[in-house]
């Protein structure tokens, strides 16, 4: 297993290095719009009342946290009832 991960890391390290400086840039721009907005939903999540969420307040944690960009748009977007 460590052999297939040490190959994963290699290609990743190598595909970025082969990234022009702006696509590293909107890159790193994307990431860190994803974790504020992962952030933001999670802490609304925990301030919303059980009564105003659509579903689980245990299904949405996972969902927010492990799906990505997907996830915390659909908190917002459905998630949460107005």
Same mark, same amino acid.
């Given at each position: 297993?460590?052999?297939?991960?040490?190959?994963?890391?290699?290609?990743?390290?190598?595909?970025?290095?082969?990234?022009?400086? !702006?696509?590293?840039? &909107?890159?790193? &721009?994307l990431g860190a719009a994803?974790?504020? !907005?992962k952030s933001l939903a999670l802490a609304s999540l925990a301030r919303?009342?059980?009564?105003? &969420?659509?579903?689980?307040?245990?299904l949405w944690t996972p969902l927010i946290a492990g799906v990505n960009t997907l996830g915390w748009l659909a908190w917002f977007a459905v998630g949460k009832k107005r």
């Open positions: 297993m460590a052999q297939k991960n040490g190959g994963i890391r290699k290609q990743l390290s190598e595909s970025w290095k082969e990234l022009s400086p !702006g696509g590293r840039a &909107v890159l790193g &721009v994803d974790a504020v !907005g919303t009342p059980k009564e105003k &969420v659509r579903g689980p307040k245990l």
